[in-house]
């Protein structure tokens, strides 16, 4: 639970002097407009004082109007805006979810480098500093294979041979509240394995074997196979280069006839040229004789 704590707040400034004991305080919600007079109340003094307990979890301010009301003048004052913060109270404990049920990890380290064994993620619903958690491994120093790095990653410690085997940490989970302060401890179970680049090595030469192994015995089906595909594209190139040369052929011989037609058409046009020319001469010679007659 969250109790709230804020500056009283003195109402001398509605009159000079008030008899708080014949006045009624009316306390109103400025944004709900509902009445909050079963939360607050104001002593003779003019002091606002709580009657319940509050939890800034669930509502950190509240803002209201307050309202004096003189029942024998039957008259209300001009209401008063006040605004009442919770202050945080440091009232829970930082707890780890999964350490809360924690089992026995699982961890396998590679050729001694940096391995992450676990990694803290603290809850603590407190504010600020009340809310702030650190953690602090106990037996680290003891054991001084591991170490927390920037204060929520457990790790082991760097070219360090580690031997194989099942380690327990304590930790304590601290938050920093000013006043009061609460902490929490939580154990950590975990088997360390290792794990070297040469198993790696071997595995991969026992698969590549295994492969071997396999080619050896299924080797001749694929040669098989392999020399069937090769058959079939000899023959299918085969025949498309036998399909081209007879259209290559056939494409030539059109050709040719083309050619010959052609020529046989030019050769009778130049009979016929040759033969009208030979009978203009004659014609020519024939008048030039009559002319030659005429003169004698």
């Known amino acids: 639970m969250k109790y709230i704590l804020f500056v009283s707040i003195s109402f001398i400034f509605f009159f000079y002097r008030i008899d708080y004991s014949m006045v009624n305080f009316l306390f109103v919600d400025s944004q709900e407009n509902e009445s909050l007079s079963g939360l607050f109340s104001i002593d003779s003094q003019g002091f606002i004082h709580t009657l319940v307990v509050f939890d800034r979890e669930l509502q950190s301010n509240y803002s209201l109007y307050i309202s004096m009301y003189d029942p024998i003048?039957?008259?209300?004052?001009?209401?008063?805006?006040?605004?009442?913060?919770?202050?945080?109270?440091?009232?829970?404990?930082?707890?780890?979810?999964?350490?809360?049920?924690?089992?026995?990890?699982?961890?396998?380290?590679?050729?001694?480098?940096?391995?992450?064994?676990?990694?803290?993620?603290?809850?603590?619903?407190?504010?600020?500093?009340n809310g702030f958690v650190s953690i602090e491994c106990l037996n680290c120093t003891s054991i001084f294979y591991f170490y927390i790095r920037n204060s929520l990653t457990l790790i082991t410690r760097p070219n360090i041979t580690i031997p194989n085997g099942i380690y327990t940490l304590a930790f304590i989970l601290r938050d920093h509240g000013l006043l009061i302060f609460h902490q929490r401890l939580y154990t950590l179970t975990f088997n360390l394995t290792h794990r070297s680049n040469i198993d790696q090595q071997k595995t991969l030469l026992s698969t590549i074997f295994v492969y071997k192994e396999l080619l050896l015995t299924f080797s001749w089906h694929y040669f098989l196979i392999i020399w069937l595909i090769l058959v079939i594209i000899a023959l299918w190139t085969c025949c498309r280069y036998y399909q081209i040369s007879i259209n290559e052929q056939i494409y030539q011989k059109t050709i040719i006839s083309d050619l010959n037609e052609s020529n046989e058409q030019n050769v009778s046009h130049k009979n016929m040229f040759d033969s009208n020319v030979f009978s203009l001469a004659i014609n020519k010679t024939w008048k030039e004789i009559i002319m030659k007659s005429f003169v004698f």
């Open 73 to 129: 003048l039957k008259s209300y004052a001009h209401p008063t805006y006040v605004i009442i913060t919770i202050l945080d109270e440091n009232d829970n404990i930082p707890y780890e979810p999964f350490l809360s049920n924690s089992s026995i990890l699982s961890i396998e380290q590679i050729d001694n480098h940096e391995t992450i064994i676990y990694e803290f993620k603290p809850i603590d619903h407190d504010n600020g500093l």
